[in-house]
């Protein structure tokens, strides 16, 4: 008990400081209240979100005096950390802004906060990159040829790709929204083009699936015309769409502060796909959101599984998503004390009789993980951006 106490107060006494898992790492903070950005609309939504987040730092006071758990807020927290880790990675590590830096200079900065944050703010430096390429119309080839630079860590490509193609897609639906389905066509065709000509294949399939939830978060009402465009030219590229539309709707402002907001997000995972596979990629996309946010509590997984686990149709499209999401968070994160303690959770009050859903999910999930891992391969990783059925992924690369 006084171990835990003594936790609390360095929490309360130091929110930039935060142990996660062996490691004590530092948190971002607000301290630009001197930079040029202060003034700038953008600076005021960052912060907001942030105290919104810092707000609910305060739960492990809750839970350590009333020996309460509420997962909403605790997960509502981890969203929004992720989020504004992400959109606002400028900020978070305070990068001037537009500066002309390689990723090699870049990407070592998010490794200051530790194996949680960092996934995420790398994320963001990817996005952050290529925003600032495309905002003063540098060479995109050579932007894509960079995040295969020699120097990078080998962590830090699926996130940098991520981020990258996240801001590829939205320059390319600013340019489609309003056009008629051919113009559609021939800009998907342009993009398609210019990522085959520059990625390297083992990353191809991440930027592809970052047009669904780029689409789903900022055009949904472009996802029927993408949808028919994408079929048209290939069997492949509407499932790595859906898949990442899956991802936007866990995100999705629209059920960010209901109750269950996890279930009404799956619910739309369900009902907004226009066929089987589309809606099991969705799926699968949502499973690799939540476990990949909330990889550090097993109980909000938890809560989720003991509330929509004994119905849910699409069960092995569920276990694909955290499976694969758990290889890339290996690939991406040195902290294996996350899919350890997936591993081995047990349960707790708030969680009665969870051991079956658990074991039947999350348990199959981490042993196919915890099997691809073990071949130390890092080969064709961008296949994990969409549902795949049959045998765990890695005897699709090796068997």
């Avoid at 303690?341 to 199959?364: A, H």
Wanted: net charge negative; glycine share 6%.
């Amino acid at each position: 008990m006084l171990e835990q106490v003594e936790e609390l107060f360095s929490w309360l006494a130091a929110p930039a400081a935060r142990p996660t898992g062996a490691h004590t790492v530092r948190r971002p903070v607000i301290n630009h209240f001197c930079s040029a950005n202060v003034f700038t609309p953008r600076y005021y939504i960052w912060a907001a979100w942030v105290m919104g987040r810092r707000s609910l730092d305060t739960l492990p006071l809750i839970e350590l005096i009333a020996n309460a758990f509420i997962p909403e807020w605790i997960e509502l927290r981890n969203k929004l950390e992720a989020f504004t880790l992400f959109e606002h990675v400028d900020m978070e590590l305070r990068l001037p802004a537009f500066a002309d830096q390689s990723l090699v200079a870049l990407a070592p900065q998010a490794e200051l906060l530790g194996p949680y944050f960092s996934v995420w703010a790398t994320e963001g430096i990817g996005h952050y990159y290529a925003d600032s390429h495309l905002s003063s119309n540098k060479p995109v080839s050579s932007l894509l040829q960079a995040a295969q630079d020699n120097g990078l860590s080998t962590s830090a490509l699926v996130p940098l790709h991520a981020g990258i193609g996240l801001a590829l897609a939205e320059s390319i639906l600013a340019k489609i929204d309003g056009k008629n389905a051919d113009q559609v066509s021939d800009q998907i065709k342009d993009f398609l083009n210019l990522c085959r000509s520059n990625v390297h294949p083992e990353h191809l399939e991440i930027i592809y699936e970052a047009l669904g939830l780029a689409t789903r978060n900022l055009y949904p009402h472009l996802l029927s015309t993408m949808q028919s465009c994408l079929s048209a030219l290939s069997e492949e590229l509407p499932e790595y769409f859906w898949h990442g539309v899956g991802r936007a709707l866990y995100f999705s402002p629209s059920t960010l502060f209901s109750h269950d907001a996890s279930g009404v997000g799956f619910d739309m995972c369900m009902a907004e796909p226009p066929s089987d596979l589309a809606r099991r990629n969705a799926v699968a996309g949502f499973a690799w959101a939540l476990t990949l946010v909330n990889i550090r509590q097993p109980k909000i997984i938890a809560a989720f599984l003991q509330r929509h686990g004994s119905t849910m149709v699409e069960h092995e499209a569920f276990v694909n998503g955290t499976h694969s999401a758990l290889i890339i968070w290996t690939k991406s994160s040195s902290n294996a004390h996350d899919l350890n303690r997936l591993k081995n959770y047990q349960g707790n009050k708030t969680t009665p009789d969870i051991s079956y859903v658990w074991n039947r999910y999350i348990g199959e999930a981490c042993r196919r993980a915890s099997l691809y891992c073990g071949l130390d391969e890092n080969k064709h990783l961008g296949k994990l951006f969409r549902y795949q059925s049959g045998p765990p992924f890695f005897t699709h690369c090796h068997g």
